[in-house]
């Protein structure tokens, strides 16, 4: 199947805009932008889908009481292996009214009343039913701040200070470091004198190999699915999206980075009113997920929490994007909160791209989405308003190659 679109501007979701530009999609694929077209199925001014890169959709659902809420885990602090996909329901309004408004993937997680809350997933905010939805395993969902040392009352150790809860996630850490530490000591001891068997001949190549596989497998059963799935953190491998609002718990989410070599990013940061922060986080190549804006600051760790502080993040070297954090503002809302950027002079393709080409880059899904190039998935959306005028929908939705709307 073939469609051609003409953009009377296009957005490319790199901070790129240009007029007068023919999208051809064939199949689920961009197969080519030109400048000429002879003919055109569509027409209006064109961006990559939004992309949503910190939202709880399907979990805390439209239409349902809280206490039939699913973004928190009340039985302990720290939960891995915890999967957010597992209490999602895809019939959520939330979900409808996200793509409705051109918000087509959204990396969930759950919410920050644990240390560690669980998995964070890249999913298709269009996708009918869960076997449909994840396009990526991203990570892990930590959090540090005020959020963790909140909920005493719900079950397991549950320190109060935030000194306390910082001192359990290290101890956790380290208590996994010092395990593998003994497991390989134990492994190199075991393959040394395996080795010594062969070198006296009392063992031929075929039993070493056996032998050493069974050595190697002795090592990997030493650790449970949760230690399993915090050396994969601590490892770096995957990624873990901290939830820290305040300038002091960032500089420990710094320390952190430092003394695990963890690889995090920042995600909301909404309290942070100097620029050295940001900056301090650029040092370190630690990537902001800004946001939620213009929410009520419901607790003394956004008492900064302001409009204005966008300023500071533009002026500084970080990396950044920008997320709903739905619901505490709605997906549906995402490209809103681009007004902020824009107010303290932010070109309009820059804004753009910090929900489409940046959200991308960050979540790791950038050679296939976020921006509109050759080769890359067909998710675009086409506008008959400009998507800044206050009162534009995208008229046509293209999820991965199809006409969804």
């Not at 003409?6 to 007029?19: C, M, V």
């Not at 930590?142 to 306390?164: F, I, V």
């Not at 056996?210 to 601590?234: G, H, K, N, T």
């Not at 430092?258 to 920042?266: I, Q």
């Amino acid at each position: 199947m073939t469609h051609i679109i003409k953009a009377t501007l296009l957005f490319d979701g790199n901070g790129g805009a240009s007029t007068d530009r023919y999208i051809t999609i064939e199949n689920d694929r961009i197969a080519s932008i030109s400048e000429t077209a002879p003919r055109w199925d569509s027409e209006g001014i064109v961006t990559p889908a939004f992309i949503d890169p910190h939202s709880h959709i399907g979990m805390e659902r439209e239409g349902e009481p809280s206490r039939e809420g699913e973004a928190n885990d009340e039985i302990g602090q720290i939960l891995p292996l915890v999967d957010p996909v597992d209490s999602l329901y895809f019939d959520d309004r939330a979900f409808s009214d996200a793509v409705d408004f051109g918000v087509l993937y959204s990396c969930v997680v759950p919410g920050s009343g644990n240390l560690i809350g669980g998995k964070a997933r890249v999913i298709r905010n269009f996708a009918r039913y869960r076997d449909e939805a994840v396009i990526k395993d991203y990570g892990y969902k930590m959090a540090l701040g005020y959020n963790p040392r909140s909920t005493t009352a719900w079950k397991g150790d549950r320190p109060t200070t935030r000194m306390g809860i910082y001192a359990m996630l290290e101890k956790r850490f380290d208590e996994v470091l010092l395990k593998k530490e003994k497991a390989a000591l134990a492994k190199e001891k075991k393959l040394n004198e395996l080795s010594d068997k062969q070198a006296k001949g009392e063992i031929n190549e075929t039993d070493h190999a056996f032998e050493a596989d069974v050595i190697e497998r002795e090592y990997l059963l030493s650790f449970d699915p949760e230690d399993s799935a915090l050396l994969e953190l601590l490892s770096g491998e995957k990624i873990a999206k901290v939830h820290v609002h305040k300038e002091d718990d960032i500089l420990y989410l710094i320390k952190l980075v430092e003394k695990y070599g963890l690889s995090v990013t920042c995600d909301h940061a909404c309290d942070v009113f100097h620029t050295e922060i940001f900056n301090k986080l650029a040092e370190r190549e630690i990537p902001v997920v800004y946001g939620p804006i213009g929410s009520v600051g419901y607790k003394v760790e956004l008492k900064h929490a302001v409009y204005k502080n966008t300023a500071k993040l533009m002026a500084s070297e970080a990396f950044y994007t920008l997320m709903s954090d739905h619901p505490v503002t709605l997906s549906a809302s995402l490209r809103d909160g681009l007004k902020f950027f824009l107010m303290h002079g932010m070109d309009e393709a820059e804004a753009i791209s910090l929900i489409t080409g940046k959200s991308a880059a960050v979540l790791g899904i950038d050679d296939q989405l976020g921006t509109i190039e050759e080769g890359k998935l067909a998710s675009l959306l086409v506008w008959e308003k400009h998507p800044f005028h206050l009162g534009a929908v995208p008229s046509e939705v293209f999820a991965e190659g199809k006409k969804i709307r």
